[in-house]
């Protein structure tokens, strides 16, 4: 319940895979809600609305050609956006994919690389059509800002 965050009904599995599913996101789309998470071992982003009852339908999958370490949902109108941190070994990359409902199943690509592994890089956020997230390099970290064109 919004008002003090008691449990409305009983604990649900939403999904099961042999990988290791973390970093769930959640968004509003519409009157519904939609879940975004991570799968370990190369596994990529899986994205999915859920019912009114809170049961998970069918979920894309996204695969993000590595290893992702962190991942930010926004939905609007009638798509969603992910954004996630992957690792490539010594360096990292933001990658991002656009997914509706009704579509087909998206495509990540490529937005940037970071200097440092993605593993020490903070989670990324979405705010309209810019993404704000920190990189490190040896000692020196910074909090960077960039503007996405979707199409």
């Given at each position: ?8 009904g009983?604990?649900?599995?939403l999904a099961s ?9 959640l968004?509003r ?13 190369g596994g ?7 019912d009114?009852?809170?049961k ?6 996204i695969s993000?050609?590595g290893?992702?370490?962190?991942l930010t949902?926004?939905?609007a109108?009638d798509?969603?956006?992910v954004?996630a941190?992957?690792?490539?070994g010594?360096h990292?990359e ?11 199943a ?7 690389g ?19 997230f920190?990189?490190?390099?040896r ?13």
């Amino acid at each position: 319940k919004a008002q003090d965050g008691s449990p409305i009904g009983n604990e649900q599995r939403l999904a099961s895979s042999r990988a290791h599913s973390f970093s769930p996101a959640l968004a509003r789309l519409g009157a519904s809600t939609v879940m975004a998470w991570l799968e370990g071992d190369g596994g990529g982003i899986r994205i999915g609305r859920l019912d009114e009852t809170g049961k998970l339908g069918a979920p894309a999958s996204i695969s993000t050609g590595g290893a992702p370490t962190a991942l930010t949902l926004a939905c609007a109108a009638d798509r969603c956006r992910v954004v996630a941190a992957i690792d490539r070994g010594e360096h990292g990359e933001l990658v991002t994919a656009e997914w509706a409902p009704s579509g087909s199943a998206p495509t990540a690509a490529r937005i940037a690389g970071l200097p440092g592994p993605a593993g020490q890089a903070a989670s990324p956020a979405l705010i309209g059509d810019d993404v704000f997230f920190a990189d490190q390099v040896r000692d020196r970290g910074r909090v960077r800002r960039m503007t996405v064109e979707w199409r």
